[in-house]
């Protein structure tokens, strides 16, 4: 098998506090091969931008990784030194957040910034750099990028903001872009469009991407993989359409109840009652236990690792050799669970 | 951005208009000025006829306007003591005032600014602790005991610096300057640093929270994902989004500058106008204290009016007119 894009293996997020340490991401593997989508979905807290973080190097201190490792292309980088990262930031590694209103530096043109970033990591001339600027101001779909190559960020809309941050995300053809929920803060309306355009660009420049976001539509239409988090942990990882189609967590499950268009957030349609524990109080063994309709004794005593079922994996007990029902039996119990057995789960 | 400045501007001599009614006030009703004016001895008549010649009989309104007049072309009066022109008087002192004051601005931003950014960067640091901690001191200890203590040590133990006066100074065409010889520049160490500390700590302290502020938006983090050096993050990023916060703050500190003057100056009986308006208090010298608050007034509106001006120069969401040709796109 070829050296993936990105391996993470084991990764531990830690935050020391005064109560004691916090683990928020919680011994989690995955990988990403070159020019592939990965969605990570999951309930607010889950994780997810912490593992964005801590895959960039940018975890905010306190917060640190406690274990595991982070590899790019085979070479590990999460023990490199600040100014080593540093240039594989944006380089090979690109980044876009939530609120393209606020990513943008104010004070600067957008040409400026981005000729910035394109000077920090070629050795391309002041006039090189802008003709390139202007060159990706159109890619993105920027209107009249020459005047607006030397315009600032206020003189933006919302939408033509977050092109210009995958303008700078984008602008040294880096390997790996995390998009940590790139479309959230935005109009409804224009979502679909920067959602579209990331897809496309990031298909012909063949750069992976790792998207964040609480939009199962968003995941069906753009993710070819895609991992699911709860509570610091990977619930289930699989291709896209086994997951959708043929989720075989319970959480996926009542996560997958029902797919909207583009533009809804999971959350808002959340369907299991209940909600997912605290970083403080996380359950022994499974952390899904006290919302699961399926659970059985070991879930209560015993934390479950990633199993292998068909094409995904999934931590479930249920799936387990020795203390499971048998992965046919178990699939059509979680298939055949409805919102009305979680509520009852629930009320247990 | 004209259109600003003249707004500005209509404020700024709104502000002045209203600063020479108080000074008017205080010229016609603290004391009579006619008895300030004449001895004892002068006898009635004498006093009605000064009266009418000074004016004073006629309608409040004709007697502003004619202040007013008169001051907008730096016609202040007479002085009651010396029976000099004011302006004269004034504009004698206003280069060591103005000098001293340029001083202790510059110092304060020199040293502040670098301190405030250390500070912010290095928030744990065992020197940025230290820092702190001497700021408290020097936000605490009253302004003439900071002179006291420093006459003490390098003009009293040392004998390094001089206590008092100017030292010697050069006369360019009637500004009489520091500036051009050592003995001058050593005369102005002790009353500028005393005069400035207080604003270099104010100035550190505000560059310090303003850093830790911007250090934590979101441009600064997307900044460090797309890998700029942090010299570029911490300079050319964060350091210019404080701005204009320490322009302001700097701004109205040197107007306080040129006000509190008056207390070092008279530390160390340094020459300038606060020291001459204390006089002036002292002898109920109206026309010397009312100039001199309508000219601090002055100054004030003036450097307003110039970081009114700065923030457009920093911070381009100000400008306002080009913003609304585009504001969507
Ligand atoms: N500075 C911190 N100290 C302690 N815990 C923190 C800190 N920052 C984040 N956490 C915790 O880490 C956990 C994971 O946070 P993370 O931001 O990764 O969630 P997320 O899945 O991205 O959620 P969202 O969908 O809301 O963005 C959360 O439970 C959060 O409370
Ligand atoms: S391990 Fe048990 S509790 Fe956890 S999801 Fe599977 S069945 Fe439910
Ligand atoms: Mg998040």
């Given at each position: ?348 | ?37 004449v001895g004892i001895e002068t006898s009635m008549e004498e006093r009605e006829a000064l009266r009418e010649r000074l004016g004073l009989r006629d309608p409040l309104i004709v007697q502003f306007a004619r202040f007013v007049g008169n001051a907008a072309i730096g016609d202040f009066g007479l002085s009651y003591q010396h029976k000099r022109p004011v302006a004269e008087m004034l504009l004698e002192r206003l280069p060591a005032t103005l000098e001293l004051s340029l001083v202790s601005a510059v110092f304060a931003l020199a ?30 200890l009253p302004t003439f005991l900071i002179g006291i203590l420093l006459i003490y040590l390098f003009s009293v133990q040392l004998g390094v610096l001089p206590s008092f006066g100017r030292g010697s100074v050069v006369d360019l065409g009637g500004w009489r300057t520091n500036f051009l010889t050592v003995d001058g520049w050593k005369a102005l160490i002790m009353p500028s640093i005393t005069l400035g500390l207080f604003q270099l700590t104010l100035i550190m302290r505000l560059v310090r929270s303003e850093m830790l502020e ?116």
């Amino acid at each position: 098998m070829a050296t993936p894009l990105l391996e993470v293996r084991n990764l531990v997020v830690q935050f020391p506090t005064r109560r004691g340490t916090l683990t928020a991401v919680d011994d989690i593997s995955f990988h990403i091969d070159e020019g592939e989508v990965l969605g990570v979905v999951g309930e607010s807290g889950a994780g997810k931008s912490m593992t964005g973080a801590a895959v960039i190097g940018l975890l905010e201190p306190p917060g640190r990784i406690a274990g595991g490792q982070v590899l790019l292309q085979g070479r590990r980088i999460d023990n490199l030194p600040y100014e080593q990262m540093r240039r594989i930031r944006g380089k090979e590694i690109g980044a876009i957040f939530q609120d393209p209103l606020t990513s943008l530096n104010p004070l600067y043109s957008v040409g400026r910034q981005l000729v910035e970033t394109i000077q920090t990591h070629t050795d391309m001339s002041p006039t090189q750099a802008r003709a390139r600027t202007i060159e990706l101001l159109t890619e993105v779909g920027i209107p009249a990028p020459e005047r607006r190559v030397d315009q600032y960020p206020h003189q933006f809309s919302g939408g033509m903001r977050q092109r210009v941050v995958i303008a700078l995300a984008l602008c040294v053809n880096p390997r790996l872009i995390i998009a940590d929920e790139p479309t959230t803060a935005l109009d409804v309306s224009i979502q679909a469009q920067i959602i579209a355009l990331l897809k496309r660009l990031c298909r012909e420049h063949g750069t992976a991407v790792m998207l964040v976001t609480h939009d199962m539509g968003v995941i069906a239409e753009t993710a070819d993989r895609v991992a699911v988090m709860y509570a610091g942990r990977i619930a289930e990882i699989g291709p896209v359409r086994e997951v959708i189609k043929n989720a075989k967590h319970p959480y996926t499950h009542g996560l997958m109840g029902s797919i909207p268009a583009v533009g809804h957030d999971a959350e808002r349609l959340e369907q299991i009652p209940g909600s997912m524990p605290r970083l403080t109080d996380i359950p022994q063994g499974c952390a899904f236990n006290p919302r699961c309709p399926h659970v059985f004794d070991r879930c209560r005593q015993d934390r479950p690792d990633l199993i292998p079922v068909e094409d995904s994996r999934v931590s479930c007990w249920l799936y387990d050799r020795a203390s499971g029902p048998g992965i046919e039996v178990a699939k059509a119990r979680v298939a055949s669970t409805h919102a009305d057995d979680l509520q009852e789960a629930a009320d247990v | 951005m004209v259109a600003f400045v003249i707004r500005r501007l209509i404020q700024s001599l709104l502000v002045m208009f209203f600063v020479a009614l108080v000074a008017f006030t205080m010229f016609r009703f603290v004391g009579d000025p006619v008895h300030q004016m004449v001895g004892i001895e002068t006898s009635m008549e004498e006093r009605e006829a000064l009266r009418e010649r000074l004016g004073l009989r006629d309608p409040l309104i004709v007697q502003f306007a004619r202040f007013v007049g008169n001051a907008a072309i730096g016609d202040f009066g007479l002085s009651y003591q010396h029976k000099r022109p004011v302006a004269e008087m004034l504009l004698e002192r206003l280069p060591a005032t103005l000098e001293l004051s340029l001083v202790s601005a510059v110092f304060a931003l020199a040293v502040g600014l670098p301190m405030g950014v250390y500070t912010g960067l290095h928030r744990h640091g065992v020197l940025s602790k230290f820092f702190l901690t001497i700021s408290l001191i020097g936000i605490s200890l009253p302004t003439f005991l900071i002179g006291i203590l420093l006459i003490y040590l390098f003009s009293v133990q040392l004998g390094v610096l001089p206590s008092f006066g100017r030292g010697s100074v050069v006369d360019l065409g009637g500004w009489r300057t520091n500036f051009l010889t050592v003995d001058g520049w050593k005369a102005l160490i002790m009353p500028s640093i005393t005069l400035g500390l207080f604003q270099l700590t104010l100035i550190m302290r505000l560059v310090r929270s303003e850093m830790l502020e911007v250090l934590r938006t979101d441009y600064i983090k997307f900044a460090r994902a797309r890998g700029l050096a942090d010299r570029a993050i911490n300079f050319g990023h964060a350091l210019k989004n404080t701005m204009v916060p320490v322009i302001t703050i700097t701004g109205l500190q040197l107007g306080s500058i040129i006000a509190f003057a008056i207390i070092t100056e008279t530390v160390f009986q340094w020459p300038g106008m606060g020291q001459m308006f204390l006089l002036a208090v002292q002898n109920v010298d109206i026309p010397i204290m009312a100039s001199y608050l309508i000219l601090i007034a002055f100054f004030f509106v003036v450097i307003n009016l110039i970081v009114d001006i700065l923030y457009y120069v920093v911070d381009p969401r100000l400008r306002v007119d080009t913003a609304t040709a585009n504001g969507h796109g």
